[in-house]
């Protein structure tokens, strides 16, 4: 079963970037107690900042550090991941949700010419918030950092 976060709200950044490397993140700026029993017994694993928070729901992960890179290595060092590259941009950076392949019925006016006429069968969307995603310079950026941050 794969690992699934909720993550409190000094955890944005990570968040997002658990979301590139394909992991189910529930994110908010803030959560009423009750939304953080149901997720925890829903079968997320609660990620927090806050000691308190972690030492009141047992299995939950304090995250120490400050820097999202050195967050990830965190997790990472205490088996909570397991990236595979083959997950990575796979769901919404925004909405969390599962990218589909875009087809014909998509709306690619937003897209530019250039990709169109290049890379179609890359080009992903969000059925939530209806963005679309495509393997361009904004993606290569963020392998090249996973990368440095030994991903």
Not at 102 to 115: F, L, T
Request: charged fraction near 30%; aromatic fraction near 8%.
């Amino acid at each position: 079963m794969e690992t699934r976060f909720i993550a409190d709200a000094m955890l944005g950044r990570l968040s997002k970037w658990l979301r590139v490397m394909g992991y189910d993140t529930h994110y908010q700026v803030a959560y009423e107690e009750e939304a953080i029993r149901r997720s925890i017994q829903g079968g997320l694993t609660l990620l927090s900042r806050r000691a308190r928070i972690s030492e009141e729901h047992p299995g939950a992960i304090s995250v120490r550090s400050h820097h999202v890179g050195e967050q990830l290595r965190e997790l990472a060092e205490r088996n909570v991941l397991r990236p595979r590259r083959t997950e990575w941009f796979r769901r919404c950076l925004v909405c969390n949700v599962p990218l589909r392949k875009a087809a014909g019925e998509i709306s690619m006016e937003s897209v530019p010419d250039y990709v169109l006429h290049h890379q179609i069968p890359d080009i992903r969307w969000c059925p939530a918030c209806r963005r679309l995603f495509w393997a361009g310079t904004h993606r290569e950026n963020m392998i090249r950092q996973l990368e440095k941050w030994g991903f």
